[in-house]
């Protein structure tokens, strides 16, 4: 195996380096520890804009950029270097350099749990990226988006919007190019329920069954950690690694590179035990808060729902009987662990043939489609966008071939020499969904261009079958009597308010906001 060190952020993001048998980055199967990559287009289907199509409306809900350690995690940090302290030994080979290493935290009473400067980098150029990507914004335009509240969240709400609005100089013009935050507060039972970024936290019934990610991914560790341990240990002499410092050990890959830009970690371990530490994470979260979990569909669904409701009426348009005019960006900053209900909702990455992911054995990479690295790095992300298609017009490939002939004065131009005649041009729209930047088809609804599905294919879909696998919030969550502390009122009386239970109160909001 050869081990490609991974490259600075933006010089990533341009050499879009590919995962390989015979060439892997380890920051690319590290889970949630991995700093942002593009996700490899495991469906075939490259993530440019199909030829004849334009984004019209996107919607992102992001997990928080890269972060310094918890507490808890910290603390495990500490043992390891205590242990590397306070033994005499020999290290030899790629263990050489655990002698001279430190901790890269140097400010503790201020950095464990928060942003790091490499998250803070990840979210202004996520900024700057989504703003070209799509060219919603004019100069002098203000943005909205919505944020959890925990501070990590915050802030990199706040560095994307500083990066989205980072062209031209409006020093002198304060009511332009501006960014407004608006700050969900963490769910907790009786106050936020599905209405929040957070909907997980007030789902007792979910609540039951996420512990389940911890507990298979605990077991499989528990198959191959013992056997690093081993073989490692033949490069020291006077110490001895146990299965608990290999956990920290490859842990501090991911955050060692985020936080100081140190990759020797990365360096100490094979492919197969990058691929086993990555399953880990897999199982972790399939079976914590992604289609493992039978209430991961309940706790995505409100959001999917509310981006629905948007994308059906569309940019520009007013809803009816309202005053609300859908906003072309919806983007929406959270935690990882609120990104796989997202893809249970939209029905991904469960296909009998891939799913359940076994918990004794890892399959290999292409018979499984649940990816952690591809989800849940920092920011990992899942994105909506509504495309403006014609159909039955020239390709890009003839307009490169024939030329485009333009008319003094007139925008644009025509493809010179190619035959329409009896060729029907229609404008439709189309829905499709990516992963950290890889298209994933819906299974039943991929005709479109690019594999996309029809927007009334993609309502139908979600308000019938997507709606029927989520159920009811209010009753599945177990939350029938519970008392709103704001409103004063029990929630299914909200519920009944609400019919979609929780959806409609979040557009509501949205309503209030824009």
């Known amino acids: 195996m050869s081990v490609v060190r991974a490259l600075p952020y933006d010089q990533l993001q341009l050499s879009r380096i590919s995962v390989t048998a015979e060439q892997i980055d380890p920051l690319h199967h590290s889970g949630p520890t991995s700093p942002y990559f593009f996700a490899p287009p495991l469906a075939g289907v490259p993530s440019t804009v199909p030829d004849g199509c334009v984004v019209e409306q996107a919607a992102w809900l992001l997990r928080h950029g890269s972060r310094y ?254 005053t609300l005019v859908p906003p072309p960006l919806i983007m929406g900053f959270t935690h990882d662990n609120n990104i796989p209900p997202l893809i249970s909702a939209l029905g991904l990455w469960n296909s009998s043939q891939t799913s359940p992911l076994p918990i004794t054995h890892r399959p290999p990479l292409p018979a499984r489609e649940f990816r952690s690295s591809h989800l849940v790095s920092f920011p990992g992300n899942v994105a909506i966008e509504r495309m403006s298609c014609v159909i039955g017009g020239p390709t890009s490939e003839q307009a490169m071939d024939k030329g485009v002939f333009h008319q003094a004065n007139v925008l644009g131009g025509t493809v010179v020499n190619v035959n329409t005649t009896g060729t029907r041009k229609e404008e439709e729209v189309f829905i499709r969904v990516l992963a950290n930047e890889a298209v994933i088809p819906i299974p039943s609804c991929r005709s479109g261009p690019g594999s996309s599905c029809s927007l009334d294919e993609f309502v139908g879909y979600v308000n019938g079958e997507r709606k029927d696998v989520a159920g009811g919030f209010v009753e599945r969550c177990g939350l029938e009597g519970v008392v709103d502390v704001e409103v004063g009122d029990e929630l299914l009386n909200r519920a009944v308010t609400y019919p979609s239970h929780g959806t409609a109160h979040f557009l509501h909001m949205i309503a209030q906001k824009y």
């Open 69 to 322: 350690p918890e507490p808890g995690s910290f603390t495990g940090w500490e043992n390891l270097f205590a242990r590397f302290q306070n033994a005499t030994y020999t290290a030899r080979g790629p263990l050489s350099f655990i002698p001279f290493w430190t901790l890269p935290i140097d400010d503790e009473p201020h950095q464990p749990l928060f942003l790091s400067s490499t998250g803070a980098g990840e979210a202004f150029a996520l900024g700057v990226k989504v703003r070209k990507r799509y060219g919603f914004t004019k100069g002098g335009e203000n943005i909205t988006v919505r944020t959890a509240g925990q501070q990590r969240v915050v802030d990199t709400a706040t560095y994307f919007t500083r990066g989205y609005l980072s062209a031209g100089n409006y020093l002198t013009t304060p009511s332009l190019n501006r960014g407004t935050l608006i700050i969900l507060p963490d769910s907790t039972t009786n106050t936020t329920f599905a209405d929040s970024l957070t909907p997980s936290s007030s789902c007792p019934a979910y609540g039951v069954f996420s512990g389940n990610g911890s507990s298979t991914s605990d077991s499989f560790r528990s198959t191959f950690r013992q056997g690093i341990a081993d073989r490692l240990n033949g490069f020291l002499d006077g110490l001895v690694l146990d299965t608990t410092d290999i956990g920290v050990m490859q842990d501090l890959c991911g955050f060692g590179f985020e936080v100081s830009g140190d990759h020797r970690f990365c360096d100490v371990f094979t492919e197969n035990e990058w691929l086993d530490y990555e399953y880990a994470h897999d199982l972790n979260y399939y079976y914590g808060s992604g289609p493992g979990n039978p209430l991961s569909a309940t706790v995505g669904f409100p959001w999917l729902k509310a981006v629905t409701d948007l994308f059906e009426v569309g940019p520009g348009n007013t809803v009816k009987n309202g």
